[in-house]
């Protein structure tokens, strides 16, 4: 039945209703904002101090010795400071990380978006993500002991800690990031795109290249960021079977710390506090910092270059 | 069973009749059409797993002709238009029983036997929502014949100009070829996927509902189009517009629960049917 008088009507909510529903939205907005903030606080209170110490160290290094000397020997009488070494030791390894995990990434991403049966995809996916739950201890000496004398069979002039071994155990770490992150922007992918696709006879390898890829392309992008700054920053395996030794070097059958490696190692020993060698951990930080900030902007760009609203 | 239509003798001269069995040919055949066929469905029905969409279906689809599927919202219009193409097939524990069988090839599109990619190739779709690629308008349009395996380039150039002045679509997009086809408006859009599954030259081209997402003027551009292209092109549109269906169809099939009520031409389905409920649906007073 119509009420009479609109006014009238019993639905109208009441007085106290509407009052009790603004506080609660105002808290919510602000528990909500603290949140925000924290995060933001946290991330500049790290930035801070990262820059903060490496300022003391590069009062005594100059930026440019940093950035163009080849040799890296904090504890020596005559110490020198040149990152070069433990930079190309770590895009090394990162490089061989991401030819590894990148094409098999995106391969097994399609397979399972477009091409497995759901069963599979059910088995497969628990069984990727158990790769994330081993211990990144165990991949470290996974590849020193068990991979890298398997290498040396084969790989002529493989030393005992070398960049390969631990790149390509790297790519395998990777690998589930980079499946679950692309795969997820590939099964976004609206069906009616994928059903066009069909519709106009492309076979399933044309409809996931053509079409899914090109319209997942910014996820995917995301899914290659997050592989890249992991292994950039991934440490364990790397300071296991890479070694500890700075070396700057075109060949990746030899070992050579990473940024990451000479940071633990640095770490664990017992500098004192305010030396050159303890301050140039926090110069190396900001350097690693910088180079996975500057690989997510580049990802930030692509995507907003080739972000896509269906 | 209607029959409204049915002719002997014209029926015995059309190419079906020549190109079938001689003995379904001479007689029980329901539905036949004096105009020469492009496809002929026969005792089709469908299952969704254990769901029964398609129940014994019997439609002709003419050659150079537009034949509308008219019917309430779930009545099974779509999933006999997506039989044309194998949709079906990409979803698991869909099955099809009886034949839709093209011409001239006389060649049963949803037999087992038969790849369901090969009879895309010949029968193009445009959906109710448009759905370009996330690509170019000019890559839009070329996709179906690069994935034919076409390369050279002044020959996809020259279709991909050819095929978007058909679909009334060239002056607007003509020197903006290389943007991104979301850039378009919606009618833009969806005359952008007629093009693109024009390209490729199909036999059959199949519409489902495609002014629904649509206002009124993109819509009169489509029916127009659709009109322009109905004496080259043998195509079925699902609609459920009583007046595009009118407008636009000479031959017109109104279904109801999954079966086929009544079909026959544009005029005696509008004027004339013979079924109450193809009357009361025409008429908006069922469904
Ligand atoms: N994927 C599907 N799985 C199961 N049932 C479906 C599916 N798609 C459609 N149906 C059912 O099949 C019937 C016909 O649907 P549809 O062909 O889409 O109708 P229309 O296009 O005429 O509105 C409806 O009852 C609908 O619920
Ligand atoms: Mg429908």
Redesign the pocket.
């Known amino acids: 039945m119509l009420p009479a008088v609109a006014q009238e009507s019993k639905f109208r909510p009441t007085e106290t209703y509407l009052a009790r529903r603004r506080i609660i939205a105002r808290l919510m907005s602000f528990l909500l904002f603290m949140a925000a903030a924290a995060s933001v606080l946290v991330t500049t209170g790290i930035v801070y101090v990262l820059v903060s110490e490496s300022w003391n160290f590069f009062r005594q290094v100059s930026l440019l010795e940093f950035l163009t000397d080849t040799q890296w020997t904090p504890v020596f009488a005559e110490p020198r400071f040149g990152i070069l070494p433990l930079l190309t030791a770590t895009l090394w390894a990162a490089g061989i990380a991401l030819l590894i995990g990148i094409p098999l990434g995106t391969a097994l991403a399609i397979y399972l978006s477009e091409y497995a049966p759901s069963k599979v995809r059910e088995i497969v996916k628990p069984l990727l993500e158990l790769i994330e739950a081993v211990p990144t201890v165990v991949f470290g000496y996974f590849a020193l002991l068990f991979l890298t004398p398997l290498f040396r069979m084969f790989i002529p002039g493989l030393t005992g800690f070398n960049l390969l071994v631990p790149g390509i155990v790297l790519g395998i770490m990777i690998l589930p990031y980079v499946v679950s992150v692309s795969e997820d922007a590939m099964r976004a992918v609206p069906s009616s795109l994928r059903e066009g696709a069909y519709a106009l006879g492309m076979t399933r390898i044309q409809t996931s290249v053509r079409v899914i890829i090109p319209a997942a392309f910014s996820g995917i992008t995301a899914a290659y960021v997050l592989g890249m700054s992991r292994a950039v920053g991934e440490t364990m395996v790397l300071a296991i079977a890479a070694g500890q030794n700075p070396n700057l070097t075109g060949d990746p059958r030899e070992g050579a710390a990473t940024i990451t490696a000479y940071i633990v190692q640095m770490a664990m020993g017992d500098l004192p506090q305010g030396s050159l060698a303890y301050e140039s951990i926090f110069a190396v930080g900001l350097a690693l910092f910088v180079l996975t900030l500057f690989f997510n902007l580049v990802g930030f760009f692509l995507r907003r270059r080739f972000r896509e609203v269906y | 069973m209607p029959e409204a239509i049915m002719n002997q003798e014209t029926y015995r001269q059309s190419e079906f009749a020549r190109a079938s069995d001689p003995s379904v040919a001479a007689g029980s055949r329901p539905n036949a059409i004096s105009d020469t066929l492009k496809a002929d469905v026969r005792g089709l029905s469908f299952w969704?797993?254990q769901?029964q969409?398609l129940k014994n279906i019997d439609l002709p689809i003419a050659e150079k002709k537009v034949t509308a599927?008219i019917?309430?919202?779930?009545?099974?219009?779509?999933?006999?238009?997506?039989c044309f193409n194998r949709m079906h097939d990409l979803?698991p524990g869909?099955r099809y029983d009886g034949e839709i069988v093209l011409l001239p090839e006389n060649q049963n599109i949803v037999d087992k036997g038969i790849d369901p990619i090969r009879v895309r190739l010949k029968a193009g779709m445009v959906f109710q929502k448009p759905n370009p690629f996330p690509k170019s308008i000019f890559e839009n349009v070329a996709s179906g014949l690069r994935v034919r395996g076409i390369r050279d380039r002044a020959v996809i150039a020259g279709r991909v100009e050819e095929v978007l002045r058909e679909a009334a679509l060239w002056d607007e997009v003509k020197d903006r070829l290389d943007q991104s086809a979301y850039a378009l408006s919606g009618g833009q859009q969806q005359r952008l996927c007629i093009a693109r599954t024009l390209a490729p030259e199909p036999e059959l081209i199949l519409l489902?509902?495609p002014t629904s997402a649509l206002d009124p003027i993109a819509t009169a551009k489509i029916e127009e189009l659709i009109e322009k292209l109905r004496d080259h092109y043998a195509i079925v549109i699902?609609t459920?517009s009583m007046q595009q269906a009118a407008r636009i169809s000479a031959y017109c099939a109104f279904?109801h629960l999954?079966q086929l009520v009544e079909f026959g031409t544009n005029e005696t389905i509008f004027t004339s049917p013979k079924e109450k409920r193809t009357q009361d649906y025409i008429t908006g007073r069922f469904g």
């Not at chain 2, 019917?71 to 997506?82: D, I, N, Q, V, Y």
């Open positions: 969704y797993d769901f969409a599927l019917g309430a919202s779930g009545c099974g219009k779509s999933t006999l238009l997506r979803y869909n489902d509902e699902v459920h279904m999954g």
